[in-house]
């Protein structure tokens, strides 16, 4: 059978191209950009799985075709993603493996990155990576899509300033011109992460690239998390397209890690250094939610129960006042409000990850790494060094950090990566510059593949790093620094 492929641009239903060529001898139904993609662009989520429903009653007349099969659970991972279900898209991209047939060797590769993209939308970090080391395997006219996803995927958790290099050379593979406002939007995405300030200029443009296509809702409905953690910064530009979508419902994100911050849709909420701005940092770093008694021990350990509680009520309405309900109670806990997103959360998830994963599976486990290591700005609550409440939650974040680095130094060292080996121990002399450990251990690592240059580097760094710090070299890393310069 010849496999034919579909290009259609206007909006008829899959259903109506499907009938028209029932009945043709020798066709093959391999890909379709019709009506179900522009559906899912839309938002009109309920008409795509209409249409798809109609398209696997066909496939059943056609003894279960795989092609129509896929195609239809395709449709609807797609959906799936952009709506934010992430149990549902997985189950559909599972589904579309399930019905593999002779599309296969023409869109196989097109699929995994499509998936790769759909999957990391909704968190599935470790498997998106997966998909796409496997679409890159056998790539065949893919290399656009491919591209895209690793750009997606790298802009949304995985190292910012990579994202950004492969996002300026992404027009190279020939990508749809339909994607060029996402291209902008991942690139003001993975500014943001790093802290550059051409964030809110880079999702203002974005946003008039979509308004261009006729589509200004588009970023909210194909990107909704990233639309809505820029679209604060956006309209500090002024740039209409920003102003046309909606900021009433913009979330709050709140951040701990290197700095102290509450921030809606990407501008500053004031909070103020009071006793509010204590009272949310002490809910954000107990794991979101404290009980009532325990945080009024913490702040007021001098009040009596019920001077205690009601400064907690008082407080409570301050915060409120200045953020919303930031922070609910319901009955004697105190939690963050839901949709509330907390970098130490979103760190600590990765981190997660990326130790269960481990180097058994390098690649999701190093990009997984590599994302939580871009949360983690800073210590943890820096500018409260004496708050005892804050000691083990800042000790253990650290900790965590550099385990993380540990984990891409050694994949780094495996790959023969001497670049982002370098980039790590500086990432790690940062964290913990006392830490003589860690470098002995990445500059032996350099020795025993006979980089003895790039080792003896290591070393002076190290030294130097302790110098600053008052600190004598230990005699191991004399030792070796020695036996490397001879």
């Known amino acids: 059978m010849v496999g034919t492929v579909l290009l259609v641009e206007d909006e008829p239903s899959v259903g109506e191209l499907v009938r028209s060529y029932l009945g043709r ?3 093959n139904v391999i890909w379709v950009r019709s009506g ?15 249409d798809v429903n109609e398209v696997f009653r066909m496939a059943r007349q056609l003894g279960g075709s795989d092609q129509l099969m896929a195609y239809g659970y395709w449709q609807l991972l797609q959906s799936c993603s952009a709506r934010g279900d992430a149990a549902a898209a997985l189950e559909h991209a599972r589904s579309v493996n399930a019905h593999r047939g002779d599309w296969w060797d023409v869109a196989g590769a097109d699929f995994l990155a499509d998936a790769a993209d759909c999957l990391d939308r ?94 200004p809702q588009l970023p909210l409905i194909r990107e909704r998390e990233i639309t809505e953690s820029l679209l604060g910064l956006a309209l500090a530009t002024g740039q209409p397209a920003a102003e046309a979508l909606e900021a009433a419902s913009l979330p709050l994100a709140l951040s701990v890690l290197g700095q102290f911050e ?54 409570l309405n301050r915060l409120r006042d200045a953020a919303g309900d930031v922070v609910t109670r319901q009955g004697d806990v105190l939690s963050l409000a839901p949709g509330v997103r907390l970098d130490l959360a979103q760190f600590e998830r990765e981190a997660r990850q990326a130790r269960a994963l481990g180097l058994g599976d390098p ?83 350099l020795v025993d ?38």
């Open 449 to 486: 593949q006979g980089r003895t240059g790039a080792a003896l580097t290591v070393v002076r760094r190290a030294r130097t790093a302790l110098g600053a710090l008052g600190l004598d070299a230990p005699v191991q890393l004399v030792n070796l620094e020695r036996s490397l310069a001879s």
């Open 122 to 215: 909704v968190g599935y970090f470790p498997l998106a990576w997966e998909y796409l080391e496997l679409a890159k395997e056998d790539p065949k006219d893919a290399q656009g899509l491919i591209a895209m996803a690793e750009c997606a995927l790298l802009a949304r958790h995985g190292d910012p300033t990579l994202a950004e290099e492969r996002l300026a050379l992404v027009h190279r593979y020939g990508i749809d011109l339909r994607e060029l406002w996402r291209v902008t939007l991942l690139r003001g995405f993975a500014a943001f992460r790093r802290g550059d300030t051409r964030a809110g200029a880079l999702a203002a443009r974005a946003f008039e690239e979509a308004a261009q296509l006729g589509q």
């Open 363 to 445: 690649t999701p486990a190093v990009a997984l790494a590599r994302s939580a290591i871009a949360r983690y700005r800073g210590d943890l609550l820096p500018h409260d060094p004496y708050e005892e409440w804050a000691e083990a939650p800042r000790d253990a974040a650290r900790r965590t950090a550099l385990d993380l680095l540990d984990l891409c130094a050694t994949a780094a060292v495996e790959r023969n990566d001497l670049d982002e080996l370098r980039r790590i121990v500086e990432r790690t002399i940062e964290l913990a510059p006392y830490d003589y450990e860690r470098y002995l251990k990445a500059a032996s690592a």
């Open 25 to 27: 001898d020798g066709y």
């Open 262 to 315: 509450l921030t809606r849709g990407g501008r500053a909420v004031a909070v103020g250094s009071g006793q509010a701005a204590q009272l949310l940092k002490l809910v954000a770093v107990s794991g979101g939610k404290i009980p009532a008694e325990q945080a009024i021990e913490t702040l007021w350990p001098d009040a009596d129960p019920p001077a205690g509680r009601n400064r907690l009520r008082t407080v």
């Open 36 to 50: 179900e993609d522009a559906l899912v662009e839309l938002g009109r989520h309920e008409e795509c799985e209409s």
